[in-house]
Nanobody, 121 residues
Framework: QIQLVESGGGLVQPGGSLKLSCTASGNIFSIGTMGWYRQSAGRQRELVATITRGWDVNSTDSVKGRFTISRDDAKRTMTLQMNNLKSEDTGVYYC???????????????WGQGTQVTISS
């Protein structure tokens, strides 16, 4: 069974920093594009940032210059370094990955369970 598990959420004051991590486990052959999404109260889930195997990064304008996405394929992890956090960054952050599993070789998109990020003074 393939799982994505996020960690690193919490409560931080405006202007502070948090680092989120996502670790993939299970019968994995390879991991393609990975990404972070977030969902705030009363709003649809939105893309925060994605990173391909070749480290091509795409991010929403509101986080550019503040958030940095990275990955370590050997450890099957992805991180999101979030700096200069604002109240509007509050939400549940979800990890997402396109994973090719072994035997049979099937590709599918997987989601983590989410981690809460709250920005408040």
């Amino acid at each position: 069974q393939i799982q994505l598990v996020e960690s690193g959420g919490g409560l931080v004051q405006p202007g502070g920093s948090l680092k989120l991590s996502c670790t993939a486990s299970g019968n994995i052959f390879s991991i393609g594009t990975m990404g972070w999404y977030r969902q705030s109260a009363g709003r649809q889930r939105e893309l925060v940032a994605t990173i391909t195997r070749g480290w091509d990064v795409n991010s929403t304008d509101s986080v550019k210059g503040r958030f940095t996405i990275s990955r370590d394929d050997a450890k099957r992890t992805m991180t999101l370094q979030m700096n200069n956090l604002k109240s509007e960054d509050t939400g549940v952050y979800y990890c997402n990955a396109n994973i090719l599993r072994r035997g049979p070789y099937l590709s599918a998109v997987y989601w983590g369970q989410g981690t809460q990020v709250t920005i408040s003074s």
